[in-house]
T-cell receptor, first 111, second 112 residues
Framework: RKEVEQDPGPFNVPEGATVAFNCTYS??????FFWYRQDCRKEPKLLMS???SGNEDGRFTAQLNRASQYISLLIRDSKLSDSATYLC????????????FGKGTKLSVKP | DTEVTQTPKHLVMGMTNKKSLKCEQH?????MYWYKQKAKKPPELMFV???????INESVPSRFSPECPNSSLLNLHLHALQPEDSALYLC???????????FGPGTRLLVL
């Protein structure tokens, strides 16, 4: 089983749509969880950290289910500028905190 | 300010050349990282420096040599690279080891 799994997409949605990304991770010892976005030929940028209590930042909501080892990202009222690849990222767990990246989910928002 | 800078932005080198990539941050972060990213793949960790000491080397070939002159700077020295080493090289930093990482814009490297 891959360490971090994401649906690669692409997700093609119209402006204004709500879109949800899911991610599962294999290491139950992982402690920290993040969503990064990466635009074409650019660096990954932190979108948000993910907490068990869930967190929201404007149109973006992230949820973590530790029991199911599942992370989600919900984007409401999607904008053209949301088009990017969304990377699910977890720490390796235990004494190792290096980041383990999912392969990313590509989102394309169309007018 | 969460800025990490990298130079150069682009680099073309032959297989016999020696070059260096540079990374700088002035956020007081004590951990810095080098990643390699190929097209349509996620970043792969290469090296981790924690408090200016190399703490992780992810089995990277010796033709890549990292250096951390001080807490703000991280270099990656390149020598005798292969065409398959062509990739985007990303530097990142975090306040402490394994805390939230912030990435620089990367150096796009082409080895001919």
């Amino acid at each position: 089983r891959k360490e971090v799994e994401q649906d690669p997409g692409p997700f093609n949605v119209p402006e204004g749509a709500t879109v949800a990304f899911n991610c599962t991770y294999s290491n139950s010892a992982s402690q920290s969880f993040f969503w990064y976005r990466q635009d074409c030929r650019k660096e990954p940028k932190l979108l948000m950290s993910v907490y068990s209590s869930g967190n929201e930042d404007g149109r973006f909501t992230a949820q973590l289910n530790r029991a199911s080892q599942y992370i989600s990202l919900l984007i409401r009222d999607s904008k053209l500028s949301d088009s990017a690849t969304y990377l699910c990222v977890v720490t390796a767990g235990g004494s190792q905190g290096n980041l383990i990246f999912g392969k990313g989910t590509k989102l394309s928002v169309k007018p | 300010d969460t800025e990490v800078t990298q130079t150069p932005k682009h680099l073309v080198m032959g297989m016999t050349n020696k070059k260096s990539l540079k990374c700088e941050q002035h956020m007081g972060h004590r951990a810095m990282y080098w990643y390699k990213q190929k097209a349509k793949k996620p970043p792969e960790l290469m090296f981790v420096y924690s408090y200016e000491k190399l703490s992780i080397n992810e089995s990277v070939p010796s033709r890549f040599s990292p250096e951390c002159p001080n807490s703000s700077l991280l270099n990656l020295h390149l020598h005798a690279l292969q065409p398959e080493d062509s990739a985007l090289y990303l530097c990142a930093s975090s306040p402490g080891p394994w805390e939230t990482q912030y990435f620089g814009p990367g150096t796009r490297l082409l080895v001919l």
